[in-house]
């Protein structure tokens, strides 16, 4: 296992997949989330990018200190991470509190960013759109809200191994608390006509956590955003749809351009 031990001495845990040389991807994973949570999708994306991938403080094998945190720190992180890998420039691929980290990215560092992916994310929880009182789950199941309706129904076994892995690594109650701060003193709702990388905002049409009207506020903002919206899919689009959401995205990257990292 790789770790990367921080000025602050936080340890992140990280893997590397794909060709050496080939564009830097950084994937950002969700509040709470793990690197196993892209295993569905880092074959596929590792056959045309470096692949960079890993767990945000707080979360899987990476530290988890009780401290104050804000979006500059995981964005902090982020630059660190690539500055030990030699990466100048890199594409993101940001899911949900991810997709905030990658917002915030390229606002602060620009120069850092060669493109983006925004996906089941918003710009800040104050004035996202909230998902309707429907999507309600039942009490006691609340993995469920991470799924569409029609997908949890359907395929039990596949939800059953995505909380399988899940749970090999969970994330103690301070440090979600720590990653929801955060998130709540994060708002970049006016400064979306800033972002300069060539963007794609990918979403889910039955994701119960993040309302799918963000996708399309967010596409709105970014000047050229381009949105895709993976029709039937919920929260974790990833996960249900990967061969759909992973081909949005490689075709996308590609057609942003190079990233000579």
Not at 87 to 95: D, E, Q, S, T
């Given at each position: 296992m790789t770790f990367l031990r921080l000025p602050d001495g936080v340890r992140l845990y990280y893997e590397l997949h794909g060709p050496e040389g080939a564009a830097a991807l950084v994937l950002l994973e969700g509040m709470g989330g793990d690197v196993p949570g892209w295993r569905r999708n880092i074959p596929h994306l590792?056959?045309?990018f470096r692949v960079v991938t890993f767990d945000l403080r707080g979360n899987g094998?990476?530290?988890?200190?009780?401290?104050p945190m804000s979006?500059?720190?995981?964005?902090?992180?982020?630059?660190?991470?690539?500055?030990s890998l030699g990466?100048?420039?890199?594409?993101?691929?940001?899911?949900s509190f991810g997709g905030m980290v990658a917002i915030w990215m390229s606002l602060t560092r620009p120069e850092r960013v060669c493109a983006l992916v925004l996906a089941a994310t918003h710009a800040g929880p104050a004035r996202a759109s909230r998902a309707p009182a429907s999507g309600r789950v039942p009490k006691g199941r609340p993995y469920l809200s991470l799924y569409s309706p029609d997908f949890a129904r359907e395929h039990p076994d596949h939800v059953a191994e995505d909380l399988a892995v899940g749970r090999r690594n969970p994330q103690p109650?301070?440090?979600?608390?720590?990653?929801w701060e955060a998130m709540q003193s994060f708002d970049a709702w006016d400064r979306l006509g800033e972002i300069e990388a060539p963007t794609l905002v990918l979403h889910g049409t039955e994701d119960r956590l993040v309302a799918v009207d963000n996708a399309r506020r967010l596409a709105s903002g970014i000047p050229g955003a381009r949105l895709r919206l993976l029709e039937g899919a919920g929260h974790v689009?990833?996960?249900e749809q990967p061969d759909e959401a992973d081909l949005a995205v490689v075709r996308f990257?590609?057609?942003?351009g190079g990233c000579d990292g």
């Open positions: 590792a056959r045309e094998l990476s530290d988890k200190p009780d401290l979006m500059d720190t995981f964005v902090d992180d982020t630059a660190a991470l690539m500055d990466i100048a420039r890199a594409n993101l691929y940001g899911m109650t301070h440090a979600g608390r720590r990653q689009y990833h996960s990257l590609e057609q942003a």
